[in-house]
């Protein structure tokens, strides 16, 4: 770990002053964010589930309980979190990409922001059925809204009715919607990020069956097992999955 450029407290004023920021990562600097227990403490990143909503599975990641919540060990998540960085400098040396996966409502906008900070592909709408399994088949439908959004700016479309002009704006919207995030993905990506693993259990099977590595924050509730690289951590509080964003953006962006 290199050295604090800035304190705990200032790392948590910058990310509290950016919380209401659509794009929050464009501007962040990541080289003065320090990995530690103590800025994960801040966060929250140690507060799973209710005990009864604890998985079994994820007892050896489980510190304590404190008033009927399981409490993370960190040094643990530490632990993990090198695990999965090794295997993302790795992906990096290939030249491969890392699909940031977070549908869920609350954390839409930070793993786009994060996803792009990075250019890596995003998938923050509905998990596509196929997307990993059926690659060529997705692959040709990102080739089509591309070449038809390049056409659109081109003004090639002028040539057709008003009506059919704004059929075909509407139906490349609802591309740009569904695959917008992954339309620059021209091969299997390398591993895919998921922040929620309950949420979407869908992509991290797809992944699993075309052995695509699989890391995800994994809080109480989830089965670590079906993850090649779980990070135990809180994945409800948005404190929390932004600075573990943070810290995969550090590692992806570093020289």
Not at 45 to 67: A, N
Not at 206 to 229: F, G, R
Request: charged share 35%.
């Amino acid at each position: 770990m290199e050295e604090d450029k800035k304190s705990p407290d200032d790392v948590q004023a910058e990310i509290s002053k950016k919380n209401s920021s659509e794009d929050y990562f464009a501007d962040f600097n990541l080289a003065d964010l320090n990995i530690s227990v103590e800025n994960m403490l801040k966060s929250g990143v140690h507060f799973g589930h209710q005990k009864p909503r604890k998985d079994p599975r994820m007892e050896k990641y489980i510190f304590t309980t404190r008033k009927g919540v399981s409490i993370i060990d960190l040094q643990k998540t530490l632990e993990k979190m090198e695990e999965a960085f090794e295997l993302i400098r790795k992906i990096k040396s290939e030249g491969k990409k890392i699909i940031f996966v977070g549908t869920k409502k609350q954390v839409k906008d930070i793993v786009k922001s994060a996803a792009l900070r990075c250019e890596m592909p995003y998938v923050v709408e509905r998990w596509l059925g196929g997307t990993l399994t059926n690659f060529k088949i997705i692959k040709g439908r990102t080739r089509y809204l591309k070449d038809s959004q390049e056409k659109l700016s081109q003004g090639e479309f002028k040539k057709y009715t008003k009506l059919e002009q704004i059929k075909k704006s509407e139906e490349l919207e609802k591309l740009e919607k569904k695959m917008g995030g992954i339309k620059h993905l021209d091969e299997m990506p390398g591993a895919i990020f998921v922040t929620d693993a309950k949420e979407d259990e869908l992509a991290i099977k797809e992944a699993k069956k075309v052995n695509v590595p699989v890391i995800a924050l994994s809080d109480t509730n989830v089965n670590p097992t079906l993850i090649n690289y779980p990070i135990p951590a809180n994945d409800d509080a948005i404190s929390s999955v932004r600075l573990l964003l943070s810290y995969i953006c550090k590692v992806i962006l570093e020289k």
